[in-house]
Structure formats: C-alpha cells, structure tokens
C-alpha cells in the first residue's frame, strides 16, 4: 500500500511538473476513469442490464472525460469525440460478430479450475461481456488517436487558414501514418507484457504452436489486440475527414457572413 501511494505522489509531481494544470487533470482523469470502470463492472453483474449498452454508455463518459475534461471544449475536442463515436459503433458491430462466431466468450480449458466458483445460471450472455471487454480495451487507444490527429490539424489550419479541404484531409492522413506504427506496436507489446506468464505457462505445459494458436485464452486475446488495431486504423481517416470538414466549413460560413 505504501508503494502504491509512493508511485502515486511520483506520478502526480511529475505530470505537474511536465504538463501544468493539464497534467493535474489528467492524473484526476485516472482516478474518474477507474471509477467509471469500476460501476461498469458492477452494472454489469445485473443480468436485466445489456452489457454492451453499458459499455457504450461507460465509453462516451470516459471519453467526455478524457477530451472535455482534460483538454477542455474546443473544436479539437468536439472533433475527437465524433470520430470516436463514429469509430466505436462501425468497430461494435464488427467485434460481436467476430467474438459470436470464433467462439472465444466464456472459459478456457487453462481456467476449468476456476469454473466450480462460479454458478452456471448468473444469466449473463457472455457473448456481449467478450464484445464489452474488446471494446473497452480499444476505446483509449481510439481516443488517443483521434485527439493526436485533430490537435496538430487545428496547427496546421491556424497557419495556413486559406487550406483546402483536400490538403488539410492530406495532412490528416499523414499524421495518422506517423502514428499508426507505434500505437500497433504499443498494443501488440502491451499484450505480451501483460500476459508473459501465461505464455510461460504454456510453454511449461508443453504445448505446441497449434495448441497456443488455439487456446481460448490465447486466442481472445490476440482478437483483442487485432480489433484494436482496427480500430486505431479506422479512427485516422474518420478523424482527418472530419476535422477538415469542420475547419474549412467553419471558414466557409464565415466568410459567406462577410459577404
């Protein structure tokens, strides 16, 4: 405990100390974030309640946090927060497919073990609860993306303001490639470091590639990281597109004013 609360003094000094105030409300954002999550989880034992709904209701809250909260109501923010829902629906429809027909809710047979903890008529369709946990796996990362490509877009336009659509789309686009390789491999390393144990596991019960491929556990995981990358892809033009036609509409209108 007394490391937790030393890690959380160091992290907060130094997001002071680098970000000012914005970093201050992005430590509070950690903590609104968790809490989010935490009544998600709760919400979600309650079998009358739809676990995808929740989750789409928990993602929009952590996203207002996350943009409006941290970096305040600006067209940067508003532009974020559509690409991101936009993002999200076209990416929901898709996972719960995936996730019905690769069959990979509901437990392993490296987690049999566990099952007698549980009773088999909670009455929740664990179907939805894997769609739930992908999703809220790739929200942040969407997010991230879609501020980090609206953000210097805005740059971009307030020096050059006679931009084209087509040029500051352009633009768009390719601050969106300089970012897709590192956000792929961040969710890629992020999933082996999370789950190197699991991996040594498996390599201490001696299993082949193909039984690793296959493993329910394995397997979740890696349509996990898979869906998220999907999804970091999807967001870049969904963002540019429309940051460039929000910007230059705006400019347009104002212009028509004057005339």
């Known amino acids: 405990m007394n490391a937790l609360f030393v890690l959380a003094v160091i992290l907060f000094i130094l997001m002071i100390l680098v970000g000012g105030k914005k970093g201050a409300r ?17 919400f979600m034992l309650d079998p009358q309640v739809n676990p995808i709904i929740l989750t789409l209701v928990a993602c929009a809250v952590i996203s207002c946090i996350n943009l409006f909260y941290v970096n305040e109501v600006n067209i940067k923010t508003k532009t974020a927060l559509a690409a991101t829902v936009i993002s999200t629906s076209i990416l929901l429809l898709f996972i719960f497919v995936i996730v019905k027909n690769a069959m990979i809710h509901g437990f392993g047979r490296e987690e049999i073990e566990e099952v007698p903890l549980y009773t088999l008529y909670i009455g929740v369709d664990f179907v939805k609860v894997a769609t739930s946990v992908i999703i809220m796996s790739t929200i942040g990362a969407i997010i991230d993306i879609a501020i980090s490509i609206t953000s210097p877009m805005r740059e971009i336009y307030t020096h050059h303001p006679t931009i084209s659509r087509k040029d500051l789309f352009a633009s768009g686009m390719s ?51 898979l869906c ?32």
């Open 26 to 42: 992005s430590f509070i954002a950690i903590f609104l974030n968790f809490s989010v999550l935490f009544l998600t989880i709760l």
């Open 175 to 225: 601050i969106g490639r300089d970012i897709l390789g590192t956000s792929t491999n961040t969710l890629f390393f992020a999933f082996f470091g999370g789950y190197l144990t699991l991996l040594i596991w498996f390599k201490e019960l001696s299993y082949s590639l193909g039984e690793i491929v296959n493993s329910k556990i394995f397997s979740a995981e890696m349509i996990t990281i």
């Open 228 to 259: 998220a990358g999907i999804g970091v892809t999807l967001v870049i033009p969904i963002t540019s597109w429309i940051t460039a036609f929000y910007l230059v509409r705006n400019r347009e209108k104002k212009e028509d004013l004057k005339t």
